[in-house]
């Protein structure tokens, strides 16, 4: 008989920043996963801004700090809507809020990783945990965003309605 040992979920916390367009559309900030495994991808490559959070540390505090890090840009000073807990096919819970704001996508500036790249080569090197951000339409961010995280999108019409088309 073979016993494996179960690997503890993993837990995140980020935020889903929105903002309206001039026509009223919502749209959604979303970060592009930097590194070699992401760099030519593109669908179903992008991700709220999130991070890893301990057992005794709050998940909003923890979403605002990952916010920081990955995007280098304090976080939207709005009143965060909690859209709960969504599950992600790699076993990680991803807790989120959507706050409102606005940020300027040409200036992030991401903290950085180290990974042995190519793989089995032994050499070491850096890159930018988020590569690039843009903001999205919700059709849009849904054919952008990693799987299990769209459902964030219908949390966020559930609390903020998009203005309907004419």
């Known amino acids: 008989m073979r016993f494996t040992r179960a690997v503890p979920p993993k837990h995140s916390a980020g935020l889903l920043v929105y903002r309206r367009s001039p026509s009223g559309e919502l749209q959604v900030l979303l970060a592009h996963m930097g590194g070699p495994f992401w760099s030519r991808r593109d669908e179903h490559a992008w991700s709220i801004p999130k991070g890893e959070y301990a057992a005794?540390?709050?998940p909003l505090a923890?979403?605002?700090r990952e916010f920081a890090e990955e995007l280098g840009?304090?976080?939207p000073a709005g009143e965060p809507i909690d859209l709960g807990t969504i599950d992600q096919s790699n076993r990680k819970h991803v807790r989120a809020w959507a706050?409102?704001?606005d940020l300027d996508v040409s200036r992030i500036a991401s903290n950085t990783f180290e990974t042995e790249w190519p793989p089995r080569s032994g050499r070491r090197e850096r890159f930018p945990?988020?590569?690039r951000a843009a903001w999205f339409s919700l059709d849009s961010a849904r054919a952008k965003l990693v799987r299990g995280q769209d459902a964030l999108l219908d949390r966020l019409v559930e609390h903020v309605p998009a203005v309907p088309r004419a």
């Open 56 to 58: 005794d540390e709050d």
């Open 62 to 64: 923890a979403a605002r």
């Open 73 to 75: 840009h304090e976080p």
């Open 99 to 101: 706050v409102e704001g």
């Open 129 to 131: 945990e988020i590569d």
